[in-house]
């Protein structure tokens, strides 16, 4: 009911910046919240970033000055810019749309994208 398309991620240098969008797809009247999360090999997924439909913003204290969040409702889209790039950066990077309302006014549960991979090396 409710898809979800990561893309931007890539290969970048130490101290390099890149940037991820989220779009999501389908009957959707609304959605309350949009966040990223990621998770590195063999680590829990943790939460990157969050952002709310009135432009609130949470971040995970290791991307506080370095990443910001940012959404547009009316496209239903995220973005996630990374700047400073970190080797512990690297992680795959999941969106997540939460507290979604189709249009015909169902709720859906949390709804996860497939992932891009972010790789921080030189």
């Known amino acids: 009911q409710v898809h979800l398309v990561e893309l931007g991620g890539g290969l970048v240098q130490p101290g390099g910046s890149l940037r991820l969008s989220c779009a999501a797809s389908?009957?959707?009247?609304?959605?309350?919240?949009m966040a990223w999360y990621r998770q590195a090999p063999g680590k829990p997924r943790e939460l990157v970033a969050a952002?709310?439909?009135?432009?609130?913003?949470n971040y995970a204290d290791s991307v506080k000055g370095r990443f910001t969040i940012s959404r547009a409702n009316a496209r239903n889209t995220v973005y996630l810019q990374m700047n400073s790039l970190k080797p512990e950066d690297t992680a795959v990077y999941y969106c997540?749309?939460?507290?979604?309302?189709?249009?015909?006014?169902?709720?859906?549960?949390?709804?996860w994208g497939q992932g891009t991979q972010v790789t921080v090396s030189s």
């Open positions: 997540n749309a939460n507290g979604v309302t189709l249009t015909t006014r169902a709720k859906v549960a949390g709804s």
């Open positions: 952002i709310t439909s009135g432009n609130s913003t």
């Open positions: 389908g009957s959707i009247f609304s959605i309350d919240a």
